[in-house]
């Protein structure tokens, strides 16, 4: 039955991801496109959508593996401030103005950032030769708000033009999508991502305990780290793609598990497809909503992603396994 449903909503995440792609404030025929409509689908809108769509996947496959290797239900791929670090550093980038390397600049700064943050949290969240899940957790949100509070300071001594591209940025921007993204991002979120659909059965196990992790011959602290090496390099991709866009990671995993329970090697690939269409359902909605005006994708996804999960506390535990 599971690999019924995950079939229905693999059609239908591909159904968005072309939905997402032919609509928009101009809808585009792919029958019938002119000249000027092949140069927006192809220029503009194509890669918009596949940046979407790939930081849409990082983000709910990291929500699924952290969620497990933190137990904890309410952990998404930025409670461990690896977001926070690298919109620091995409900030830090903004604000002075300085691209070095062109275009790349801004991405190549972010993943450092995370890089950085994600060595940080590991070494606090480190003790007597253990990954332990409540320091990284602690060690997280504690740099997490220390790199937010860095950001604002920067912002606030920063012009009037690189405070708006900062502020975008911070709220999930992708309207600077463009094909050079494009191939780096795969290349980060794939490695994460198949890091993690290869220690899913080791991930089932962390989620019913170390010690009955450790009986059936896992080597706990091995996978915990390959788990978070794994969180770190699609977040971090996911955040110099598109800048920090939330509730994706918080709340698709929780939806996933409704319909395929809760083993990992069902729940991570799925989470990252739906991830994926729920991240390009809510770029359609800021490009449209308010045409020729854009709301950034992660306002939207905070939008519908609060009330959705408030509605998940209200109806059902989601502290249950």
Not at 71 to 97: E, K, M, Q, T, W
Request: glycine share 10%; charged share 10%; aromatic share 10%.
């Amino acid at each position: 039955m599971p690999k019924v449903k995950i079939t229905i909503l693999t059609l239908l995440c591909l159904g968005v991801l072309l939905l997402s792609l032919f609509l928009g404030p101009t809808s585009v025929s792919p029958f019938s496109a002119d000249p000027v409509e092949k140069e927006i689908l192809f220029s503009i809108r194509l890669p918009r959508v596949i940046v979407a769509f790939l930081i849409g996947i990082a983000l709910g496959a990291s929500g699924a593996v952290l969620q497990g290797i933190l137990r904890n239900p309410l952990a998404d791929p930025y409670v461990l401030g690896i977001s926070s670090g690298s919109a620091f550093a995409a900030a830090l980038v903004l604000v002075s103005g300085i691209y070095i390397l062109g275009k790349l600049t801004i991405p190549l700064s972010a993943f450092a950032g995370a890089c950085a943050a994600s060595v940080l949290v590991g070494i606090f969240g480190w003790k007597r030769g253990n990954l332990l899940p409540e320091r990284l957790l602690l060690a997280g949100i504690g740099l997490g708000f220390l790199f937010y509070s860095v950001m604002m300071l920067l912002v606030s001594l920063s012009t009037s033009e690189g405070m708006r591209r900062t502020v975008l940025w911070i709220f999930g921007d992708l309207s600077m999508a463009d094909w050079s993204l494009i191939p780096y991002g795969i290349v980060f979120i794939a490695s994460g991502l198949v890091i993690s659909l290869f220690r899913a059965k080791a991930l089932n196990a962390l989620i019913l305990g170390d010690e009955l992790a450790h009986s059936l011959g896992f080597s706990v602290q091995r996978e915990r780290l390959l788990l978070f090496i794994a969180v770190s390099l699609m977040t971090g991709a996911s955040v110099s793609l598109g800048g920090t866009i939330g509730f994706i990671g918080l709340i698709i995993p929780h939806v996933v598990r409704f319909f395929t329970g809760a083993n990992s090697r069902y729940v991570i690939p799925v989470s990252a497809l739906c991830g994926g269409a729920f991240l390009c359902i809510s770029d359609l909605i800021g490009r449209t909503l308010l045409a020729p005006m854009e709301i950034p994708a992660g306002i939207i996804t905070a939008l519908i992603g609060s009330p959705y999960f408030l509605y998940l506390l209200r109806r059902r535990d989601v502290f249950q396994a």
